[in-house]
DNA sequence: AAACTGTTCAACCGCAGAGGT
DNA sequence: GACCTCTGCGGTTGAACAGTT
């Protein structure tokens, strides 16, 4: 059977917008709204459009009050927050950021972003430590399993340690929000916190459950966990959340260790010397905040575990 | 100057969920 | 409850541009 297709495609135009489109759709828009029909629209101005591509083109471009590029570092380091700890949401995401749009942050953060922080990289130099980085991997056999198998209920034996998602400024730890030890970006950072609070539901005890670890990859350095939270993020899922189920703390981890584990690039962000370079360990309350990093009895770096927001709360 | 490579970003695609019938 | 339509979202693509060789 399949899906009905929104349009005709045969009959539509794709492709960028031109600028006689632009200005009736705009118009149309702005004198008679949507009508809550995106579909309709184009045919009631006459435009050779799919319903969507006018709805994107509305949204991410002709609305009122767009900004675009001049990302400011204040909006760096909301999105990065953010990303840390909800992820790709970036509907959420754009919902603190007036003016920006989901596409644009999107882009910002695939393009400009995320290389900011990790460094910049041949694609050959990526492969290569990406390669090195499978190899150490599967050769840690019960890790790699636990990993595999996806052992989100922590049944390794190793102990859990809880973060309470409320309790705890969810942010506080990101270096950036400190600087000449003092606070500073506090509005920012409580309204990220009352946003994480609310992804997080109203529960006292919600937490994040952060289950795995991938055994430690710095050669020479055996005491030192790189802890990969691959996060069961069921309760976001039934929250509302698609698509993956490993957060981003893995791709942080990974392209932390792919660059050797020097966090340099996140000077710009929290504002330290270039002579700080720091390591996983110090590093990873980015996303294991504070106390949810804590070493064990074996002096292993066992996992965070935060109990799953009892409700989410979302739309 | 030409060819090649990398980057950016607007736009498309398909999926999932909401809401109506 | 089942089905259908529409909307919103996130991932991906590809054209245009910039930079490098």
Redesign the pocket.
């Known amino acids: 059977m399949g899906?009905?297709p929104?349009c005709d495609?045969a009959s539509v135009k794709?492709?960028?917008?031109s600028p006689e489109e632009d200005a009736k759709l705009k118009s149309y828009i702005e004198q008679n709204g949507t009508g809550?029909?995106?579909?309709a629209l184009p045919q009631k101005i006459g435009l050779k459009r799919?319903?969507?591509?006018c709805?994107?083109?509305w949204l991410?471009?002709l609305r009122p009050n767009i900004k675009?590029?001049g990302f400011s570092e204040e909006e760096d380091r909301i999105i990065l927050s953010l990303y840390i700890s909800i992820g790709?949401?970036?509907?959420?995401i754009a919902a603190q950021l007036p003016g920006r749009t989901?596409?644009?942050i999107?882009?910002?953060w695939?393009?400009?972003l995320k290389?900011k922080l990790f460094g910049?990289q041949?694609?050959k130099d990526q492969r290569q430590q990406q390669q090195q980085f499978m190899r150490q991997a599967t050769s840690s056999d019960g890790m790699k399993q636990e990993a595999e198998t996806g052992d989100v209920n922590g049944s390794s034996g190793l102990p859990a340690i809880n973060y309470n998602w409320h309790q705890q400024t969810i942010v506080g730890p990101v270096p950036g929000m400190m600087m000449e030890g003092h606070r500073i970006r506090d509005e920012v950072d409580e309204s990220i916190r009352k946003l994480l609070y609310k992804l997080g539901g109203p529960g006292p005890f919600a937490t994040l459950q952060v289950p795995q670890c991938v055994p430690p990859m710095c050669e020479g350095s055996p005491s030192i966990m790189l802890p990969s939270c691959t996060v069961d993020t069921t309760s976001l899922n039934e929250g509302?959340m698609?698509?993956?189920s490993t957060l981003p703390a893995l791709e942080l981890d990974q392209s932390f260790h792919f660059n050797q584990v020097k966090l340099d690039s996140l000077d710009c962000f929290f504002g330290m010397g270039t002579d700080q370079s720091m390591r996983w360990s110090e590093v990873s309350p980015l996303v294991c905040p504070n106390n949810t990093v804590a070493s064990s009895s074996q002096g292993l770096q066992p996992y965070c575990h935060v109990d799953e927001p009892a409700n989410l709360g979302m739309?």
């Open positions: 899906r009905a929104c495609k794709k492709g960028p917008w809550g029909n995106w579909i799919c319903g969507k591509s709805r994107l083109r991410n471009y675009h590029g790709s949401r970036w509907s959420i989901d596409n644009d999107k882009n910002y695939n393009t400009r290389k910049k041949s694609r509302g698609q698509g993956s739309k």
